[in-house]
């Protein structure tokens, strides 16, 4: 596999960044998950506005143009062969010294992996996933606003780990007012009385493109899509519950602190969305 450095493609093995990037150090920097489907790269645009919008907000100037960017990206999937597969793309800080400030890195690195993903095994998109609200707080928006996606996803691992050790596949993380923020990777959307309902982003959620996404297959369906602060409570009494990523596409939430939902099957509303967003993944893309 050759891995994008910044303008360059080098072997996997070679594929090293200093230990000095404050990337490393300090978890300074940023990233996007993106899907390529049949050698189209899904809402790529979005993608690289929301990577510009993370390295805004982080007061990280990036070099390079959309177009360069979005170039690279495709090249990378050409170099690899790939036609369909996961596009990682990671902007560091860049090399300085020891200490927080960033004013010594000069020259913000972009790293772009090209390879294959797959987040949860097949079955559970027919079977569901059983998912446990997690102790760990999703990170108040006061501190690190959840919408910047950057490299510190400690919050997100301490939950995911909680819920790995107590058996399940997912956590639900609440944010300090105890609403529903979004799973550790993922977004969260629930079906109640024929409405759907997901967090909105001030909840602490990320505005992912799936979830974007999946706005969008709501429309086609004609079913009303609200975002609204959702607690634990909602969700134990939802009609059907999915989650949304990039890599875990919609996949559907059959058990949620052990109070089964739609009877512990995935529901036929979740199974509508999932169509529809499947053809919109095959009907749309960049070519690379
Ligand atoms: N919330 C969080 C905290 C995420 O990290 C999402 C929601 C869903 O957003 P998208 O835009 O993907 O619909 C994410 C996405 C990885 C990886 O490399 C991480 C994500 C997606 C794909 C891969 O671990 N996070």
């Known amino acids: 596999m050759k891995v994008y450095i910044n303008g360059d493609f080098v072997e996997q093995a070679e594929a090293k960044v200093s230990v000095f990037d404050h990337g490393f150090l300090y978890g300074d920097g940023i990233f996007e998950g993106i899907r390529l489907y049949d050698g189209n790269v899904f809402r790529l645009d979005e993608h690289l506005e929301r990577l ?37 793309l990671i902007v560091t800080r860049g090399v300085g010294y020891l200490g927080l400030s960033p004013k010594n890195c000069t020259q913000p690195q972009l790293i772009i992996i090209a390879d ?84 909105p982003a001030s909840a602490g959620a990320l505005v992912g493109i799936t979830r974007q996404t999946v706005f969008e297959c709501a429309a086609d369906l004609g ?47 979740t199974a509508q969305v999932l169509e529809v967003f499947r053809s919109k993944v095959s009907e749309q893309g960049q070519r690379i």
């Open 116 to 199: 294959k993903i797959q987040l949860y095994p097949p079955e559970f998109y027919e079977t569901g996933l059983k998912v446990i609200t997690s102790s760990t707080r999703r990170i108040n928006p006061a501190a690190l606003p959840p919408m910047i996606k950057s490299l510190n996803y400690l919050n997100n691992i301490l939950a995911k780990v909680d819920a790995v050790n107590l058996g399940f596949q997912e956590a639900v993380m609440l944010n300090d007012q105890g609403y529903v923020a979004e799973a550790t990777g993922d977004n969260i959307f629930i079906l109640h009385k024929g409405k759907i309902y997901t967090p």
């Open 223 to 269: 079913i009303e899509l609200l975002e609204r602060n959702l607690t634990r409570y909602d969700l134990w009494i939802a009609d059907e519950c999915f989650m949304t990523g990039t890599a875990a596409e919609v996949i559907p939430v059959v058990e949620i602190d052990f109070r089964p939902i739609n009877g512990g099957k995935p529901g036929p509303v």
């Open 52 to 88: 510009e919008y993370s390295a805004k907000a982080i007061l990280l100037n990036m070099p390079w143009s959309r177009e360069e960017i979005a170039e690279a990206v495709c090249e990378s999937c050409r170099q690899n062969n790939l036609k369909d597969g996961y596009i990682r």
